[in-house]
């Protein structure tokens, strides 16, 4: 028993060299966030190279780039609620974010608008209603066992249904809510200004603080520990003493939560609250997990990285934005649908070939970090 | 109670194991709610349970149930097909402008319609019975893909002027004998067939074994990888099928909007129908009774002079009753297991 345990130690003392040594032989696949720059890296070249041969329909450049993050912050941000929930395994999955960034951009118009609330109580109370919407799916997917499909599924309509209803299908505008359109558009920065190009102030006020607190709770706390764990093999979370529901409530609760300040978001970037905002036309809730898969996200749970969304998201609509480019007008906008579903498709295939391959060269790796609880000593 | 199981003939207790009951618990309580609801129904609007009332509701049901049947299939072998509005669309769109340009009888206007459900289907399957990617992954790219083929073949227009010759699946009474309307009857046959198809033949018991251990099944001795391509080849047919009664009940316009939020409803009914989306599990009965019970929800709050959107939050509770009880029968079944 004693030499059994105490033999793993040396290999362990070499694992940053042979991993360094790992990645190197692996080429650039298996990590995802090193493919995804590359990606973006070959489509900013490509995109250069066509705009100096004048292909394109508009000129190509860091201002046109930075102007198309106004759409990249309600992409990332519910690839980021998805990575919560589909982390979190057991089937996790969340087909109603577009209904509850709706519901919350509604609730969030009447309450500034109507009400007349303080900008900043508004926006609290509008996160703690998105907060609230997500533990009703907690609620079921992780204590009563509805599989998450058949939860969102059921709350996309009813939410969805909720919010038309409540508005009587007409978006809520106002003077307020004009005013808080300056909330998302492009901004000069302070400071470095003039050298950079103006970027949508969502960013700063939206996405950033969101994404520190997320890449905080994911990798320095244990909650995302929990998360990762959970979401790896529940039975042996279970086991290890961790509260699988508990933790699997607050990735939905997490999820609503992030969705809710999508609703706000979009009542900025409109000037309106639009009862359909989050599920005209295919809705958001698609192409954001489709973009926490492109992400790197494993849809079976327990793998996924905070990088490989914000790259993910910003491949998306850097592709759709040099489509438009290329491809002017409404041919344009189809195709963008085309390069979605053909990239989607790519990565995963092609992710999927290299992890079969490994498989079948070495022996299974623990997908447990190895700081995790219940990890092996 | 253990001496008469005992002395039942083996050859009865492995059948009995084997086969669920011919009604199973989930589809009994479906037909009690769709009772209780038609009759709630009836007595507050007068006009619901009238021929004029249940003849339409009967032709929207159709294509919703057709294409429930080739879901079944998905969801009992684990899997999961959104791609169902993109191959609506596409399927719809290019036999809509054959009819305007060509006008081709209704019979190869149809031929057509499926062959192109199921060459998109057959797509499906390829790539996720040897990609082995997750279904759900696989047919949300596809889904984008048929889109935009769609989209191009829609040509930012609308397709206008189309023909009445697919009126033998209308609304009208072309489209009915007896009061019974075609597309709803093709529907049923289609159930028939499946749920023949799923109790005895041999293939059919295979896709439930697929569903409830892809491994083990693989191990029995099944070809999984075919098996599967076939379960999506059928929903893209029957989606093609399902188009032609789409196009048959529209106006002679089409418009883009054709197929948008069908899979989500089709879904909506093979889980109100008892379907585990776990997979392993499910009947093609229930699925025609939950296509049955989301329609008559929609219509009925319409019917209430209610606001239309409010069918769906009920649609909604409705698939969370229909999956609560499943869950809690379940759970029953294993602990006197």
């Known amino acids: 028993m004693t030499a059994t345990t105490t033999t793993p130690a040396p290999e362990r003392r070499a694992e940053p060299t042979s991993r360094v040594r790992e990645w190197l032989g692996s080429g650039i696949l298996r990590d995802r966030a090193v493919l995804l720059l590359a990606l973006i890296i070959v489509l900013l070249v490509a995109m250069s190279i066509l705009d100096a041969l004048g292909l394109t329909s508009g000129t190509f450049n860091s201002d046109y780039l930075a102007s198309t993050l106004i759409a ?124 950079l190009p103006l970027v949508p102030l969502g960013v700063f006020t939206f996405l950033i603080p969101v994404a520190i607190v997320a890449w905080f709770v994911l990798n320095r706390t244990t909650y995302g520990r929990k998360l990762y764990a959970i979401g790896t093999n529940d039975t042996a979370a279970q086991w290890a003493g961790i509260d699988t529901r508990r933790t699997r409530m607050m990735a939905y609760v997490t999820a609503g939560a992030i969705s809710g300040l999508v609703g706000v978001y979009t009542v900025a970037q409109f000037a309106s609250a639009r009862p359909d905002a989050g599920t005209s036309g295919s809705g958001m ?93 | 109670m253990t001496t008469a199981t005992e002395a039942r003939a083996p050859q009865a207790v492995s059948m009995r194991r084997i086969l669920p009951p011919i009604v199973t618990g989930q589809e009994v309580v479906l037909l009690v709610v769709l009772v209780v609801l038609w009759v709630l129904l009836g007595i507050f609007t007068p006009a619901f349970l009238t021929p004029g009332s249940i003849g339409p509701l009967l032709v929207q049901v159709a294509p919703i149930a057709l294409i429930g049947v080739g879901m079944t299939f998905v969801i009992i072998t684990a899997g ?23 006008d081709v009888p209704a019979i190869v206007a149809v031929a057509l319609a499926i062959v192109i459900g199921a060459a998109l289907g057959a797509l499906n399957g390829v790539l996720i019975a040897y990609g082995r990617v997750h279904p759900i992954i696989i047919t949300f790219g596809t889904a984008n893909v048929f889109t935009w083929l769609g989209l191009r073949v829609f040509n930012s227009s609308t397709v206008n002027g189309i023909p009445s010759t697919l009126e033998f699946f209308g609304r009208g009474s072309a489209g009915s004998t ?155 079944r294993r602990a006197r297991a």
């Open chain 2, 80 to 102: 999961i097909d959104v791609s169902v509005a993109g191959m609506i669309m596409v399927s719809a769109v290019v036999t809509a402008r054959v009819l305007v340009s060509y």
């Open chain 1, 72 to 195: 990249y912050v309600p992409l990332a941000l519910l690839a980021l609620a998805e990575l919560f929930v589909i982390t979190s395994g057991r089937g996790g999955i969340d087909l109603s974010v577009g209904s509850m960034v709706s519901l919350t951009g509604i609730v969030f118009a009447m309450l500034y608008q109507q009400v007349g609330l303080p900008l900043l109580v508004a926006v609290v109370l509008a996160v703690a209603f998105g907060a609230l919407l997500g533990a009703i799916n907690g609620v079921l997917t992780a204590y009563l066992g509805y599989p998450a499909l058949i939860t969102t599924l059921a709350t996309f309509y009813a939410y969805r249904s909720i919010a038309l209803v409540v508005s009587e299908q007409r978006p809520i505008s106002g003077p307020e809510i004009s005013e808080f359109y300056n909330a998302a558009k492009a901004v000069e920065l302070p400071v470095i200004g003039g050298t």
């Open chain 2, 178 to 332: 007896l009061g019974v309307p075609h597309s709803f009857a093709i529907a049923v046959l289609a159930v028939a067939v499946a749920w023949w198809f799923l109790r005895y033949a041999k293939s059919g018991r295979n896709l439930y074994a697929i569903g409830g251990n892809q491994n083990a099944a693989r191990l029995a001795g099944i070809k999984v990888q075919p098996r599967l391509v076939w379960v999506y080849l059928i929903t893209g047919a029957l989606a093609g099928l399902a188009a032609c009664m789409i196009i048959a009940t529209g106006t002679s316009t089409l418009d883009q909007s054709v197929g948008s939020g069908k899979e989500l409803q089709v879904i909506a009914a093979v889980v109100i129908g008892g379907t585990s989306i776990l997979g392993g599990r499910g009947s093609v009965v229930g699925t025609l009774l939950g296509a049955i019970l989301v329609q008559t929800v929609v219509s009925g709050v319409t019917q209430l002079g209610w606001p239309t959107q409010l069918g769906f939050l009920f649609v909604g509770i409705f698939i969370l009753i229909a999956v609560g009880t499943d869950i809690i029968r379940e759970r029953a």
């Open chain 1, 285 to 377: 809730a698609l192409p954001a997990i489709t973009i926490a898969v492109l992400g790197g996200v494993a849809i079976t749970g327990g793998i996924g990285k905070l990088s490989g969304i914000l790259l993910a998201a910003l491949l998306i609509v850097w592709l759709n934005a040099s489509i438009l480019l290329v491809v002017p007008g409404n041919e344009g906008a189809q195709a963008q649908l085309l390069a979605l579903g053909i990239v989607l498709l790519g990565a995963s295939l092609l992710s999927n070939a290299t992890i079969r391959r490994r498989q079948a060269g070495a022996p299974p790796r623990l997908a447990v970090p190895a700081t995790a609880p219940g990890a092996p000593k």
